[in-house]
């Protein structure tokens, strides 16, 4: 797609898509939100680094589909409570040193 190509999309002139390429206007998050809605792209392509994070966050949302995770979750609280606290300072140690 070129700039004029989604400059007319966007509702803007090219020139506009010229100066957010070159940098020398800053861009709106409405505006960006328009931009990735017309690539079909999802906003946090523009982010380096942003896609790592939501992917990272989806991981902890799933954690409990998992079957293993819910039994050690199971198990866990059964375990009395001041030594539950000592397992999990462990863990926390062993999962820091990896």
Partial sequence: ?????????VGIKFQQIQKYDNGANRISSSR?????????????????????????????KNIL??????????????????QRKRLFDLARVLGDAA
């Avoid at 797609?1 to 999309?9: D, N, P, V």
């Fill in 32 to 60: 960006l939100w328009d931009i990735s809605e017309v690539m079909d792209m999802p906003v946090s392509f523009f982010f380096d680094g942003l896609d790592r994070i939501d992917d990272r966050e989806a991981d902890k």
């Fill in 1 to 9: 797609m070129t700039q004029q190509q989604l400059a007319e999309k």
């Fill in 65 to 82: 589909e998992n079957k293993e995770a819910l039994d050690l979750v199971r198990c866990y609280y059964a375990i009395p409570e001041n």
